[in-house]
Each structure stands twice: as C-alpha cells, then as structure tokens.
C-alpha cells in the first residue's frame, strides 16, 4: 500500500503494424491472456482507485476482451492516435476529483514488476520517469540526470555524440499527480515532424516550473515492449522461463520443466507433481499433492489435493475435482463436479454434470448433455457404477448406490439402490457365425 491513492492509465490505443495482424496489438496473448492484462495484473497489485484503459485501434474488440480481463476497469477512446500525451489527455475526464498519483502503463509492454511499481507509486518527486540501463541503447531516448534528478530526455536524433553515450534510457512509463498532470497535459505542443503530442515533454515542463523530477531505474527486462510476432514469441519463452523457475522455487516437481506450460493466473501448490507436455491455460487451480500425468490440457479448472489426473485428459472451464478424484486418459470434462473419490479411467464425456462421492465411471460414458439448442444437467449419486458405453440422456439422475447396465441409453431418471438396464435383447444363432464364414471366404475366391 501507498500513502496517496493511486489511479491507473494504460495506453492501449495502437494498432501495431508491424504485428501483421487485424487484431490490436495489446490483444495478443502471451501466457495465455492478452498483453494489456500483464500490465492490468501488475497495476492492480497497487490497489488502484481507478484504473483507465486508453484504446483506439479495434476499440470494440478491448472494451469486449476487458470486460473478461477486468470489468471495474474503465474505457478512453482516443479516436485519432496523436501521441502518448494526447492519449493520457483522453483519460483524465474520468479521474475528475482523483487526488492522488498516476502511473501510466503501456499495454504492449509486460514485465513491469510490483516492485517498480511500489517504488513509482510511493516516491516523493513531483514527476517520477521510469529508466533502464540499456546493453544496447540503441534509438531510445536517453535521460540525462543531475545532482537536482532528471535534467532532460534527449530523443536520439537530437542527441550529440556525448549524449549517445549515456546507457539509462527512457521506458516511457511515468508516474505524476494527477493535478501535476492536469495542470501540464494541455501545455504540451505538436511542433514535431510527426505533428503529434508526447509524454516526454511532461518532465521538461514540471522542471521548468520548479518542480522535482527523479528516474527510478528498473532492469531491462522489466520494460520489453512487445512489437513484432518474433518479440512476442521471445516474450512468451521468457515468461514462461520465469514461470517454470518460480513454480520448482515453490515445491512443484516438473518432471520435464521445459515441456510445461503456464498462464499468468496459474496456481499449483506446493508436492504437485506435473509431468510433461501439460498445458495450463487461463485460470487453472491445482492444489497441493495433487498429480498431473503427462499430454494433459486444462483451462478455467479446480484440482483438489490428492486427485490424480492423465494422462491425456482435457478439463474444460468448470471443472471441478473434488480430493482424491482420479481421472484417466482420454476423457474430457466440462462444468462438471466431481466429488470425493470418484473414478473416470477413461475414454468419457462428462458435461454439465454432478457426480457423488466414491462413484465410478465406466470407460466410454457420454453425458448427451446438448440438445442442439441447450445445455441440460446429469446427476449421478454417491457410490454410483456406471457400466461401460452408457448414454445419460440429459436431463436424467442416477441414484446414490445405482447401476447402469453396459451398453445402455438411459433417459430416464435411475432409483437409489436400482440397475438400470436399457438395451436389446441378445439373440444367439447356433452354428450361424461358421456358415457365414465360410460363405464369404467362397465368395472371395471366386
């Protein structure tokens, strides 16, 4: 926590050519969820009162992917994109009567840790610019300090030989209050070649006002900006990297950690064992002694500790595995809960369903659970069997300690205690099966 309040500005406006792509650039996943909800996640760390997104290009397409990402945060529109500064003016109508300290974030760029974001948030200096010391610094602009702090940003082309070779450059991310920020913003000229507004003017003017303005410095890392497909993908193995690191530093055992993939929001506690080739998409929960065995995909799931699921399993978003649950290969569950103890070897649909307690699952059960228009729920009782290749015909209920016959249809609901039996008849046809034979082995000679 900070002593002033603080208000978040992510810029999100840009389409990002060099993307390729019609899709905003701020919308490409990485870890599996949007860019723009890296830096949302690490904003929100600060318990912001207000948090502003600033979006332009496919502006439809943000607003929709942030009422997923973080529905409390609110929309900008800057319709034209003219600059950085311009973009931040578009958000300050909705932080009138905000008194506190702003930080803008930039929605392509991922890393920025909590930490950096402490120290912006809480730093005393009227105007606070995040740097780096750059390896190769390249065309950023260069951040000129002194002993009274920040003196100038120097964009590489108005730089002279000197000050190309200063190493801490700018990441663009600022932190300012916002009445600093009120009282500036409308001062900020276009008198460039690009005839647009920038944010690197704020400094400068606060300066020359007798205000205080700092640097704090951050690694490099922290401040990769995300521009190009190969950027993307160099970000995703450095974040998934960092993912692997930090999940064997909390007691996961990863039998083969490169094979293993994590999303932001992914938790697994402490003795999980995970073995390779395992997705976690967005909003996996796996608690601690549970097991995953290797080709397992899972998305918007609970795995409750003890359970014991793969290999080649697919949990679908609603999944949930009560303790000591074991789930073989190929089976796939969707909004389902399972609870204590229950047994699904393999090669099963579960959807829309509620299993009891200690019941078991026979290989090849469906749940038809999809009408072609809606979704209809099964229940199947504590200590339940259901045989081999069943159909549960949704709506329908299998009572506690019942029984379903291999092979059957069942649509309607099954008694506590009762089997249920729902085929054709056998018919044997003696010596039958030998003359059969023996007529198509004649016809294929022939």
Known sequence: ????????????????????????KVLHRLGGVPLVGHALAAGRSLDPE????????????????????????????????????????????LLEGFEGRVIILYGD???????????LAAHPSDVVVLGFEAADPGRYGRLVTGPNGLERIVEYKDADEATRAIRLVNSGVVAADAATLREFLPMIGNRNAAGEYYLTDLPGLARAAGMRVDVVTCDEAETLGINTRAELASAEAAFQARARAQ??????????????WFSLDTVIGRDAIVGQNVVFGPGVTVESGAEILPFCHFEGCHISS???????TRLRPGAELGGDV???????????????????????????????????????TVTCNYDGVSKHKTQIGPHAFIGSDTMLV?????????????????????????????????????????????????????
Do not use: C
């Not at 948090?51 to 290009?57: D, M, Q, R, S």
């Not at 003890?306 to 080649?312: E, M, Q, S, Y």
């Not at 959807?351 to 290989?363: L, M, W």
């Open 247 to 260: 999940a064997l530093e909390d007691g996961v055992t990863l039998s083969d950690p490169a094979t293993v």
């Open 50 to 93: 207000e948090v502003i997104v600033v979006a332009g290009h496919g502006a439809d397409q943000v607003k929709k992917a942030l009422g997923k990402l973080d529905p409390d945060a609110r929309i900008a529109l800057q319709e034209e994109q003219l600059g950085t500064a311009h973009a931040v003016r578009q958000a300050m109508p």
């Open 1 to 24: 926590m900070t002593e002033k309040p603080v208000a978040l500005i992510v810029l999100a406006a840009g389409q990002g050519s060099r993307m390729q792509s019609d899709l905003p």
């Open 326 to 364: 074991h789930v073989g290969n190929f089976v796939e569950i969707k909004n389902s809960v399972l609870d204590e103890g229950v047994k699904v070897g393999h090669l099963t649909y579960l959807g829309d369903t509620h299993v009891g307690e200690r019941a078991n699952i026979g290989a090849g």
């Open 394 to 446: 949704a709506p329908v209920r299998v009572g506690a300690r019942a029984m379903t016959g291999s092979g059957s249809v069942i649509t309607e609901d099954v008694p506590d205690d009762a089997l249920a039996i729902s085929r054709p008849a056998q018919v044997n046809k003696p010596g039958l099966a030998a003359r059969l034979m023996q007529a198509l082995r004649q016809k294929k000679g022939n």
């Open 109 to 119: 760029t991922p890393f920025i840790g909590r930490e950096t974001l402490d120290v």
């Open 306 to 312: 003890g359970a014991t699921v793969g290999p080649f």
